[in-house]
């Protein structure tokens, strides 16, 4: 009975070992970081097991073992023996008593072991990883102490084969970019999230591989103002407006000289006095096209102006960016009042999209729930308009459409020679409807 009780508490130090284990290697950094922020020093040393495993793993592998060796010697030494001479007593097996004990015995001690000495352990671990951790950093880190010289043999004997067989350690990040939007996504289903939040941190991930160009405002949409022109046609450009900033440029938008504020322009109409639109023009900010977005936002923070000139290559005015439109790129679009009646995208009851020229790149996949674009990484393209004139190598006329996969684009309308409105269909329903 001894000898039971004796192999059932090494399976029970086996459970331990390999719950351990199983807790500090599963267990969240980041939840561990938190409990030791308030001062809990079991957290503490559990993170300090959990970034440096080497030595705590060791010294589990030297327990589990020196358990296994212990349990099997026992196992074959004693219940085996003392079963054998139960089974002696019974005529029927009397001739295979000796195997059929050893049988038992090996059965007995390997369903234990798998049962209360893995599995057990381990879902609990899987299940409370870092309460876990807590409670067994403490004595797991005393035995890593007092094993320490053969747990020093142990990894010194590891890393030197593994440098031997030419392994490097692993260079993968902690954690990816795609990993937290799959815990967004988890903790969205779970609740935890509002979906509007998982698809700003999504759009924030975006953008930080997005350049301005991606998110400005392109130049045959900016609205600016000419020293070139009288006075009175320029206070007419800014009433029929609603923008509060306006670029200031001589003869072309190229030359710009300045920004101009109406709430500047106001103050001097109201004043009475003489009005020089150059005096009251701001210094811009200019970017080029190819700076990225998060850059832009930077910029915005260390000078203080919120809207900057966007430039090409060769010196010219491509667009202009404001805060506005970053914000649009990570929330979605916040429209006019004056264009809440016409949405850049409507679904139509067949389940196809009528979408807007100037819905952007990465608009257009959200709503066809595409992963790419061909071309795309080329930055050939930054609207659905553009995209249109990719395909089609040309302006484009009403009617003209191309394939992309499974789906249909077709110009519905042009204005000028800017694309207006496409029509995306998918092909497999418009060949059922025929």
Known sequence: ????????????????????????????????????KTGNKSAMLALKLAKHPNQF???????????????GALGGATLSQNLQIILDKITFFAPYSESLSFGIVVGLITYLSLVIGELVPKRLALNYPEKIACTVARPMNFLSTITYPIIHILTFSTEGLLKILGVKPSEDPPITEEEIKVLMEQGTEAGMFEEAEQEMVSRVFKLGD???????????????????????????????????????GAESLDNCLGILWVKDYLTMALSQAEIDLKSLLQKPLFVTENTKALKVIELFKETGIHLALVTDEYGGIEGLVTVNDLMEAIVG????????????????????????????????????????????????YQTLGGLVIHFLERIP???????????????????????DKVLVSNLSKVTEEK
């Open 210 to 248: 997005r350049t301005v160009k991606n998110v400005m405002t392109p130049r045959t949409s900016v609205v600016w103002l000419d020293l070139e022109e009288s006075l009175e046609d320029c206070q007419k450009e800014m009433i029929k407006s609603s923008y509060s900033r306006f670029p200031v």
């Open 397 to 419: 006329q009403s009617g003209q459409h191309f394939e992309i996969e499974n789906l249909r684009f077709e110009v519905m309308d042009m204005d000028g020679i800017r694309v």
């Open 333 to 380: 679009n916040l429209p006019e009042d004056d264009e809440i009646n016409e949405p850049l995208v409507i679904q139509r009851d067949d389940g196809s999209w009528l979408l807007d020229g100037l819905l952007s790149i990465e608009e257009l996949k959200d709503v066809l729930d595409l992963e790419s674009l061909p071309n795309e990484e080329k930055e050939t």
């Open 57 to 71: 793993l060791s010294t589990v592998q030297v327990g589990i073992t020196l358990i296994g060796i212990l349990s």
């Open 1 to 36: 009975m001894f000898d039971l009780i004796l192999i059932l508490s090494l399976i029970l130090a086996n459970g331990i070992f390999s719950g351990s284990e199983t807790a500090l290697i599963t267990s969240k950094k980041v939840r561990l970081e938190q409990l030791a």
